[in-house]
C-alpha cells in the first residue's frame, strides 16, 4: 500500500535527520517522485536549485543568439518558425523558473544572479550567430543537445521539474526539426551556401560536445546529482549518445566533422572523438567568451526597460487585491 503524505508526513517528524536522509534515498532508489512540500535533504533543494535557475537562465540568454536574425531571416516562412521558436525559449525560460520557485527561492533572487554575473547560463549563448547557417546549428546541434538532456530530467525525481521537461521537450522537438531543414537546404544549395554550413558546423562542433558538462571523472556535481535522481545518465553517457546520433547525421548532409581524430570503434559500436578544447570551454566559463559581456548587458537591459511593466502589473494586482478584500 503506498504510504499517503499525511501518514508520511507524521512519520518524518519523528525521525532524525540521518534517518530522514536515509528514508529520503530510499524513496529516491525506488523511483519515487518527490513533490515541493515533501521532506528533502538541503543538499538536494540547493542542486535543484542551481540546476533549474541555471537552465532556466539558459533558455532565456539563449534567445539572444536566435533573436538577431529574426529581422534578417531569408524569407517570411523561416522568420515565422524563427519568431516562434524564439518566443517558445522565453516560455521554457517562464515554466523553469516557475518550477524553482516551487523550492522556495522568488523568480527575483534568482534573476538578480544572472545579471550580476553570479549565475552560470549554458557558455554555448555566448558564441555570435555570424551567418544564417548559425541559426541552423542552433537549432539542430544546440537544441539536439538540449532533447537529449531535457528527456532524461523528464524522468528525474523532482517533480516541477520533470513536469515542465515534459511539455519543453515537445517543443524542442520543433526548434531541431526547422534548425535540421535549415541546414539540409543549404547544404543541397550552391556551392556558396554549402560552405556557409561547413563554416557554422566547424565554428559550433565542439561547443555543443561541451553542454553535456565536465567529463565525469572531473565534473563535481554529476555523483550527488545521480544519487539525488535528478540525472538520471552521466554527462559522458549523454555526450556519447549525441555523437553517435549526430555524426551519422552530419555525414548524411554531406558536412566534415571537424576532428580528425573521429573514428567508429566496431568494439564498443561508438565513435571516438578527439580531445575536446576544455580549456576554450573554462575561458568562456570565467567570462572570456567572444559574446559574454553583450549578452549580459543586453539582459540587464532589458531588465531596466522592462521595470515600468512589473511596477504597472504590481501596482494592478494590489489594487486589485484591494478591491476584493472590500467585497
Ligand atoms: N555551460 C555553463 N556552465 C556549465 C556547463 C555549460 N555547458 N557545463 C558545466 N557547467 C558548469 C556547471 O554549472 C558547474 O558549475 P556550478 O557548480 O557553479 O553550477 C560546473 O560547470 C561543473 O560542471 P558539472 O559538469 O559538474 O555540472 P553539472 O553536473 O551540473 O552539468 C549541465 C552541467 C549538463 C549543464 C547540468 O547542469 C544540466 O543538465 N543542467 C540542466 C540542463 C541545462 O541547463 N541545459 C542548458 C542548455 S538549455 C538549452 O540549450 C535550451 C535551448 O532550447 C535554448
Not at 180 to 197: D, F, P, Y
Not at 274 to 293: A, D, H, S, T
Amino acid at each position: 500500500m503506498v504510504e499517503g503524505h499525511f501518514g508520511r508526513t507524521t512519520r518524518i517528524r519523528a525521525m532524525s535527520e540521518e534517518q530522514r536522509t536515509k528514508d529520503f534515498l530510499s524513496r529516491i532508489d525506488a523511483k519515487e517522485t518527490i513533490e515541493p512540500k515533501e521532506w528533502m535533504p538541503e543538499r538536494y533543494r540547493e542542486q535543484l536549485v542551481r540546476m533549474m535557475s541555471q537552465h532556466a537562465h539558459s533558455e532565456i540568454v539563449g534567445m539572444l543568439p536566435e533573436g538577431n536574425w529574426i529581422t534578417r531571416a531569408p524569407s517570411l516562412r523561416r522568420k515565422i518558425a524563427l519568431i516562434a521558436k524564439v518566443q517558445d525559449e522565453a516560455g521554457h525560460g517562464h515554466y523553469i523558473y516557475s518550477a524553482v520557485e516551487t523550492l522556495g527561492v522568488s523568480r527575483e533572487e534568482v534573476y538578480r544572479k544572472l545579471l550580476d554575473g553570479s549565475a552560470k547560463y549554458s557558455h554555448i549563448f555566448n558564441y555570435p550567430t555570424t551567418s544564417w547557417a548559425d541559426i541552423g546549428m542552433i537549432g539542430w546541434l544546440v537544441d539536439g543537445a538540449a532533447i537529449i538532456n531535457q528527456t532524461m530530467l523528464a524522468r528525474c525525481s523532482y517533480g516541477p521539474y520533470a513536469r515542465a521537461m515534459l511539455r519543453i521537450c515537445k517543443e524542442e522537438n520543433f526548434h531541431k526539426k526547422q534548425g535540421m531543414e535549415i541546414v539540409s537546404r543549404l547544404c543541397r544549395g550552391t556551392a556558396a551556401q554549402k560552405a556557409m554550413a561547413q563554416e557554422s558546423f566547424d565554428r559550433w562542433w565542439w561547443p555543443t560536445l561541451m553542454m553535456f558538462g565536465l567529463p565525469d571523472e572531473k565534473s563535481k556535481n554529476t555523483a550527488e546529482l545521480m544519487q539525488f535522481g535528478i540525472k538520471l545518465r552521466s554527462n559522458d553517457e549523454l555526450r556519447q549518445r549525441f555523437i553517435d546520433m549526430n555524426v551519422k547525421q552530419a555525414q548524411e548532409f554531406g558536412l566534415t566533422i571537424p576532428d580528425p581524430d573521429l573514428y567508429f570503434d566496431e568494439d564498443s559500436g561508438h565513435w571516438q572523438i578527439g580531445p575536446i578544447p576544455w580549456e576554450e570551454f573554462f575561458e568562456v566559463l570565467k567570462g572570456n567568451g567572444p559574446c559574454n559581456r553583450e549578452r549580459l548587458d543586453a539582459k540587464i537591459r532589458a531588465h531596466e526597460e522592462g521595470r515600468w511593466v512589473r511596477e504597472a502589473a504590481s501596482a494592478f494586482a494590489e489594487k486589485r487585491a484591494k478591491r476584493r478584500a472590500k467585497q
